[in-house]
């Protein structure tokens, strides 16, 4: 009886686990396509004017490629927050949109 008790348990941790995988899963595509959107058009002026990000189908060539320099999330939240040399501060991003297209930034600066 008890071990019947103790497989159903097993069965319910492992379907929740799996739920959750999905979710995660589907969250982090859907950031991922949030991110390359912001990249393309969301942020003005858009970065793919200036920054080449394969990933994104971006070739603008005013800034560093963000292929070759692969910037960490952070160095992209330090760019989009202070500027830097030609680059204009985005300041009128939400602190959720420049945690979306800086992490998507790292990401898709190395794949
Ligand atoms: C008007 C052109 C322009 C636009 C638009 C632009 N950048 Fe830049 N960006 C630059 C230039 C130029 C540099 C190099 C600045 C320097 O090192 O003097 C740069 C540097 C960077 C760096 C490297 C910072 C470092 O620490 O070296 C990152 C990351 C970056 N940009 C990301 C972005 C993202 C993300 C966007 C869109 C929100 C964006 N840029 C929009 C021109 C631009």
New binding site residues.
């Given amino acids: 009886m008890q071990k019947k008790i103790f497989n159903l348990f097993v069965r319910i941790i492992g379907a929740v686990a799996l739920v959750s995988a999905a979710a995660f899963t589907s969250v982090a595509s859907a950031n991922d396509d949030a991110g390359k959107l912001?990249?393309l058009k969301g942020?003005t002026?858009?970065?793919a004017?200036?920054?080449t990000l394969e990933a994104a189908g971006a070739m603008?060539a005013?800034?560093?490629s963000?292929n070759e320099?692969q910037?960490d999330a952070a160095?992209?939240v330090?760019?989009?927050k202070n500027g830097?040399?030609?680059?204009?501060a985005?300041t009128s991003?939400t602190p959720e949109q420049v945690k979306i297209?800086?992490e998507y930034?790292a990401k898709a600066s190395r794949q």
């Fill in positions: 912001l990249f942020a002026p858009a970065c004017i200036c920054h603008g005013v800034g560093p963000m320099l910037p160095r992209v330090n760019a989009l830097i040399g030609q680059m204009p985005y991003l297209l800086s930034v």
